[in-house]
């Protein structure tokens, strides 16, 4: 069987990382530090998917960087410049960094440890210029990673979509309550699911690509459809198992029509409450029912009410996107 080969693609992050290598590499030598080939390698090294990682990648780094010549000083001078001594010394630098939590700067850290047992002396100059070469690599993997692609449309792009499911959704809730058989497969539900996941994760990169922001508004949108959606599924298997289809149907469905229709990112949610409870009222003055399957359909249909009461509570308690698609209202 021949092997699958991914599409050949150049994204932002290698197009980054080989702008930064090349500029800590300039620098490095304009600056004539001795092994200046190494600040490509620590700028290889904070290279993140996001500018919250490199900040926290670059100060894990730096700080791992220094507990190594700490180490380096104490072994490398203190007993010898050996390969033994460098076995010894990383048997016992390793665990520091694990306890400290700055394990992910172990491989920069070495970089920095080779470069003095290869001076075979630690000397000012060499600590100066392995600071320097420190300041040049993570300095220009922080600078070339303060940009980051916006990812606001594709946010859009998964509300939009997720809101066209939901009017989808609805609107075949309301007509399975008026015929009592539908030929809807329920893939939207699937598909939603699926929607909410990338997206949040999607939310959660846009987070990290913002150092001085606590919040995303998108982020909360998606965990609130995500909430509402646990609830979609809740009433499906009570519409299903209805025995009978009552009048009481009829009426709910009028209801998720309308809802179907005004599915979008605005909080109107206090406008469909209201609009609920009047279905209640009503639910409450219909005739009762005559025969035990109409009542078990009734008594199913009030926790339909119940539920989408709860539905739009958690819309309520959502701010809102200031402008909603004009298509879906």
Request: with cysteine.
């Amino acid at each position: 069987m021949p092997m699958k080969l991914k599409k050949y693609r150049i994204g932002y992050r290698t197009m980054k990382t080989a702008a930064g290598v090349a500029i800590a590499i300039s620098l490095a030598q304009l600056l004539q530090l001795d092994y200046y080939v190494s600040a490509g390698i620590l700028t290889i090294l904070c290279i993140q998917p996001t500018k919250k990682k490199s900040i926290r990648a670059a100060f894990s780094r730096l700080v791992a960087s220094l507990i190594a010549i700490a180490y380096a000083f104490l072994f490398f001078e203190g007993i010898a410049y050996h390969p033994l001594t460098i076995g010894i010394m990383i048997l016992l630098f390793i665990p520091t960094l694990v306890t400290l939590r700055f394990a992910d700067g172990f491989v920069s850290s070495s970089v920095i440890l080779l470069h003095i047992y290869d001076s075979q002396n630690l000397t000012l100059d060499l600590f100066v210029n392995e600071l320097s070469l420190m300041a040049v690599g993570f300095g220009t993997a922080l600078a070339v990673n303060m940009y980051m692609p916006s990812i606001e449309k594709k946010l859009d792009d998964y509300r939009y979509q997720i809101e066209v499911m939901y009017s989808s959704i609805f609107s075949e809730i309301a007509n399975y309550l008026r015929q009592g058989e539908s030929d809807w497969t329920g893939k939207e539900l699937m598909e939603s699911t699926e929607l909410l996941k990338n997206a949040k994760a999607l939310a959660y990169q846009d987070v990290e690509n913002h150092v001085t922001r606590l919040e995303n508004k998108y982020y909360h949108y998606f965990d609130m459809r995500e909430q509402q959606l646990e609830i979609i599924e809740r009433i499906l298997p009570k519409i299903t198992a209805l025995p009978v289809i009552v009048g009481h149907s009829h009426l709910i469905a009028d209801f998720l029509e309308d809802l179907a229709s005004h599915v979008h990112s605005g909080n109107t949610a206090y406008r469909y409450i209201g609009k609920l409870q009047a279905v209640k009222d009503e639910f409450a003055d219909m005739p009762l029912p005559d025969t035990h399957d109409k009542f078990l359909a009734m008594a199913a249909l009030y926790q339909v009410i119940e539920e989408m009461d709860a539905y739009l509570e958690i819309k309520s308690s959502y701010k809102g996107f200031k402008s909603a698609k004009p298509a879906i209202a």
